[in-house]
């Protein structure tokens, strides 16, 4: 499984640099530069046009189109799936001189620069411009998301003549006029535009959802320029004149406010007024005061949740990188909000939020931003209703989380996903037990957690089967999506009966300590009086197969008797085998494409003991071809767990950079967004040895070789705990907050102050250096 | 499984009656009276058109059309596929009194009486119709598609007005402009038009395959009438002013010719002028010369194979019914053709034939018309590089032959079925044995059927994989559609195994008897050195599971432990429960859709001892919900081997009237033409106790106890044997062809001649009387 980089930007520890411009990467480097503030993002393209190849593509969470499905019409099959939309461009710009335009694929460019910046969240662009007739322009390009008022983006072009005067042409504007990348199609109707003293605005409607969007900008120039409205369908913008004087700067700035209403059946006339009281009244900030705003921001979070690596240059980059835009895609700011698998950084996997947001992110979220991992889950309450519609569709009562959905609803137009795919709900489930211990939430837990588990339990007893040998589950599919319509899946089997375990001990709680709550609840979902008895029978009956000589969990029933293949067999050239192999041969081996069975020894790690875990791993990590960007990091976690420093940091090895270093060479359709979450994961799980599930944290940090040392943060019961690792020793203290907190280091119970209590490492948590 | 006739037809012996005319049930009727002749069908629709509800469905075999399939982009998905086209309405007709055109939804008809009749072959109407002006007129409509010129379609249209004299306006053509049933889309562009003495013709493309088809016809009338071309786009005919003589009677007669030039590539100027020149020199036979040919063919067919049932004229009426369509269907005129599962009725089924083909449509041709059942076979040999290709697309080597086609590509865009279920491929080869042993023909056997053979024993091996236990199948869906993705499903291991068993046979006989012919076989396909070993490995270690104790053979690995559901418990209202079911739900028990390890026993019911037979049926049967209509025969069949008389009746039931009684009431959407041939094995195999497969012929016959008699023939090794069978005895001979024979009767070699044997019926062959 060598994944090999492609590396192009330049190392630093606190911004991603492209020096030089390499066309031929134009579409990755756009995904790389990608901005975002949960409420909309914006690929890295080129605001000034031109013939580079490009995906304009702006991005608004929940803002989607809808299509009928082409699928067969069997019931339970979806007939419609939902899409983002591709949606305005408000950066557009283009700019002249002496009637030249500029475009970095055509122009003579004699420099070239453009600049991530972590700290301070923005993303700017440098070059030079020499035009035919002999003319040298330095060009600067500034853009980036407000983070507190997420509605508003801001963009700044300055101009710098070398061996000029005169006159430079500059349209700027807000353009709906964006194609959908997969669809080529353009998604918008107009509805309104508007122009006044300094603005411009646009509004306008998804083709088949209805949902409206305004954006509108105002601007500034620090010269005198004369300027004209300029407006075409679904287009509202300026034609200004600039002066220019040699060897001085020329700026433009660009406020603007987008506003977005997702509800079709809302006033549009609303929105618009809102949209340009705040144009109007020059409601939104200075340039400068907001970038202020957002430095301070982006401090305050480094500051608090910064991970240091000493001595690994490129994953200390690469896992800023991460920390960076996992903020970005998502913190919580709204509980109508997911986050899709590649952020709001393409509209390849349509935007969709799958079982990642529990599994993978929240974690992330619960130890750095409580509130962000409670409105996760609150989504997942507010689509609570298309979830029981769906269960319905599948002929069974309870709720069934969708595999992928914008909305609430099932989006995914493969029937043998959405139909037999169950960890989305168990991983609710899951999230709603991992949130409540470890933030402690339990109004949470007693009020729309407990609703969310009945529904997602009496799903699961519905959906499952009784036989002979107890309950299971038929005609599934499980994580490992390399094998369908199997029986008893070990990992949905489990997490069912965790899931009946949980919610009967968030029942019986909630009887003897809140009985009216519990009264309420009972009432709400109409609790018949055997329901929890059933829920009993179906967990303590759950079929769980184990060899009892090995240890070893059966993945599902028959998967011992499946033919073996031997991945060291498969040509490197068959890889993706989605793309090499056909559909139906990826079903017929013990070839397994992302951890199952150890997905559930990663979870429930405590449920396991060391030398089960080392069985099912040493059986289960060789036929597993890691054919998901999410495989490597659960890998590398169980591999620190069980001592095997060098495969821990093999498949760490492009945990941070995956994106970075197009490893998979498909950046270029987005960011990672979820697998990001997964480096966090790999750092404070893996090497970290922290373990959160069921209500107590722990640590057993040990030290990959190839580092001098590491440190990162995490949030816990309100004290922040500082976590530093170096071969002299392990270090955990109490960095702000609640002043002491309660925490297992190796094994044992410690209470953590704001000292640092200071461990040796133990021997065994020391890597090998390779050679060494 | 109660099904409940919807009984609307005349019970007569020899013709299918409707008298009056029921409009809701005009889809129904338009079915049950089409027509065919191999070559085209016509759905039994009123050439006068009007607002009755219709499908104006006239086909060809093997015209059709292709689209692209919406599925995924996963290799080995079909990427478009084919459906049969409605072409030209050859029977057009509209005919006008006083400005009053004649509409049987919308006139005052006073009587009315559509016959198909059995003998003639012939579709004949007559009806009264007053018009508003208070003239009656009775019409008789009446047609044929010659069964020996099968380009050739005969229309007499005739005239008898009761109380007046005077003119109708008649207009007749042939008319492009259909619809497609299920699209909506017209398929033909138009090529040319032309119009001669006595005649018209149109010449027209399909869209997207460029498949040319030329319809033409000349005409004559009783009368000296006025006339004039009519022409449109897709259309060409005359508007004919008609005499009437009050009391006498006014005819025109329409002779079409119909030419079809499947290859797109092919010049359709060659096309255009055998069409005209067949009209102009009026080379088409006079309506009564043709009509006569007509009735000698069938008197001839029925002469040889009629079956008569004694004491039971619903069933009389109905295996004629069946016979006379399986005749039309298919007959073997030419070995491009096939038989859709609904023949050339209607578009349902998209006209693709299946495994039914080989399966269940076999027997009757083999055993009636030798050179029908070779040219089946010859249809696969023709599309062997399709199957070659089809098995490359997934992965495979050899050949695999298409679950569903029109043209010898796999046109099934459900990906599950196409890529998972491999009976089209084992039912070639069974077909290749089948016909090879019944019929003698080692010429075929040892030419294209051996290379047939191996290209399908090389794609067995190549799909199947090895483990410990064996040889066998994984991730496969057997005939039984309710579970998919099973490993080692004993149909498609068995059928295999036989497979590789009788290739290798052939191979092997081959080398010892033609040592030429295999030579040239073994290079035309690059037989490998250790091939044969290597088939005869994968025959000897199939794995067949079977519980030793109960001898019954598990359906698939884990069948034996999935879920339980009994069957009465399932509402009636729940059926089909693809309709009503969650797709994924069908998947989650031990309900069976139809027979698959019963069909095992039934296509190779000598390989099973009868106590076996015994115990595997009563296992299954009731776990069968028979939501295939192919499904019942085979239960029946094996229900009279076994002694289960009244079981055998029950299932029969329906088994000859399922169209005529509309049991599934889905008869508007096309016959079930492959259904219909498992009524001739219903009785022929069932009652008759037939075996055929292995190379000898025997006989078992017992006695319904609704039944006095039945007689049946059977074509075997050149005689004709016609059997009988009475509560007196079971009566044998050769009633014409080759002069002896030699059979099985009741297990004992027996030798038939021209005069009868007759045996006592054994007592358990007798069915007894229910509440007798």
Redesign the interface.
């Known amino acids: 499984m060598a994944k090999v980089p492609d590396r192009y930007f330049k190392v630093d520890p606190w911004s991603i640099v492209e020096e030089g411009f390499d066309p031929g990467r134009s579409l990755v480097s756009e995904s790389v530069f990608s901005l975002a503030n949960e409420y909309m993002g914006v690929r890295g393209y080129f605001e000034e046009g031109g013939s580079v190849e490009s995906l304009l593509g702006a991005y608004f969470n929940g803002v989607y189109e809808e299509a009928p499905?082409?699928?067969?019409a069997?019931?339970?099959?979806v007939r419609k799936t939902h899409f983002m939309a591709n949606a305005v461009d408000w950066l557009y710009a283009r700019i002249w001189i002496d009637g030249e335009r500029l475009d970095m694929g055509a122009s003579d460019i004699r420099s070239f620069r453009r600049v991530l910046d972590l700290r301070k969240g923005t993303l700017s662009r440098e070059l030079e411009w020499r035009t035919s007739g002999g003319k040298t322009l330095r060009v600067a390009f500034l853009r980036f998301l407000d983070m507190e008022n997420p509605e508003r983006g801001y963009q700044r072009i300055s101009f710098v003549p070398s061996d000029f005067s005169g006159k430079l042409r500059l349209e700027i504007a807000c353009d709906f006029n964006t194609l959908h990348a997969g669809r080529k199609k353009r998604m918008w109707r107009e509805q309104k535009k508007g122009f006044g003293d300094g603005f411009a605005a646009v509004m306008a409607r998804t083709a088949t959802t209805g949902q409206a969007l305004f954006s509108g900008f105002s601007w500034t120039a620090n010269r005198r320029a004369s300027f004209s409205p300029m407006e075409a369908e679904l287009f509202a913008g300026f034609g200004i004149d600039l002066p220019l004087e040699e060897g001085e700067e020329s700026v433009v700035e660009k406020s603007v406010c987008n506003l977005v209403q997702r509800d079709a059946g809302a006033d549009a006339g609303l929105l618009w007024s809102r949209g340009i009281e705040a144009l109007e009244s020059r409601g939104l900030p200075a340039f400068d005061a907001a970038m202020e705003a957002q430095e301070s921001y982006w401090g305050s979070f480094w500051e608090s949740f910064d991970i240091r690596i000493d001595g690994d240059e490129l994953n200390q980059q690469g896992i800023r990188y991460c920390l960076f835009q996992m903020q970005e895609a998502y913190h919580g700011q709204d509980p109508a909000n997911n986050i899709g698998a590649k952020g709001l950084t393409r509209e390849a996997y349509n935007g969709h939020a799958f079982w990642d947001t529990e599994t993978y992110c929240l974690p992330f979220y619960l130890f750095t931003n409580p509130r962000a991992a409670k409105n996760l889950l609150e989504f997942r309450y507010r689509t609570l209703g298309k979830a029981v519609e769906r269960a319905a569709?599948?002929?069974?009562g309870g709720a069934c989380y969708p595999v992928a959905t914008l909305n609430g609803e099932e989006a995914c137009d493969?029937?043998?996903h959405a139909?037999?795919q169950f960890q989305p709900s168990t991983a609710v489930a899951y999230g709603i037990a991992h949130y409540s211990q470890a933030c402690g939430d339990l109004d949470f837990l007693y009020g729309h957690g407990a609703e969310m588990l009945v529904q997602i339990s009496r799903f699961l007893a519905s959906r499952g089967?009784?036989?002979d040998?107890g309950f299971g589950f038929?005609?599934v599919m499980g994580p490992d999506e390399f094998?369908?319509?199997?029986?008893n899946d070990c990992y949905t089997n489990y997490m069912a009966k965790k899931t009946f375990e949980f919610t009967l001990r968030t029942l019986e709680e909630m009887r003897e300590k809140r009985p009216d709550s519990y009264a309420e609840l009972a009432a709400r979902v109409v609790l018949g009086e055997s329901e929890p008895d059933e829920f009993a029978r179906c967990a303590a009956r759950m079929i769980i197969e184990r060899d009892g000589e090995t240890g070893i969990y059966e993945q599902h029933?028959?998967y011992f008797?499946?033919?073996?293949i031997d991945i060291d067999s498969i040509p490197t050239s068959d890889f993706p085998l989605?793309?090499?192999?056909?559909?139906?041969?990826i079903?017929?081996?013990d070839l397994i494409k992302q951890p199952s069975v150890l997905m559930l020894m990663f979870l429930y790690g405590r449920d396991f003991p060391e030398e089960v875990k080392r069985a099912n791993y040493e059986y289960y990590e060789p036929r597993t071809i890691h054919e998901s960007s999410l495989s490597p990091s659960i890998h590398s976690i169980l591999a620190s767990e069980l001592g095997k420093s060098d495969e821990a940091s093999s498949f760490f090895g492009f945990a941070t950079r995956m994106d970075l270093d197009n490893y998979n060479r498909n950046t270029g359709e987005g960011l990672h967004a979820t697998s990001i979450a997964a480096a966090w994961m790999n750092i404070v799980y893996g090497f970290g040895g922290m373990r959160s599930e069921g209500g107590e944290l722990s640590f057993s940090p040990s030290l990959p070789a190839e580092w001098k040392g590491y440190e990162f943060s995490v949030l816990y019961r309100g004290a922040r705990i500082r976590v530093g690792v170096r071969a002299a020793g392990v270090s955990l203290r109490v960095a702000s907050g609640t002043e002491r907190v309660e925490v297992l280091v190796y094994g044992e119970r410690r209470r953590l102050g704001s000292a640092p209590l200071v461990l040796p490492l133990p021997a065994a948590a020391v890597g090998e250096r390779k050679g060494g």
């Open positions: 499905t082409a699928g067969s069997y019931k339970g099959i569709m599948l002929d069974c493969l029937w043998q139909s037999l089967s009784w036989t040998r038929y005609a094998h369908m319509m199997v029986s029933e028959g008797g499946l033919p073996h989605y793309g090499h192999w056909s559909y139906d041969r079903y017929r081996t």
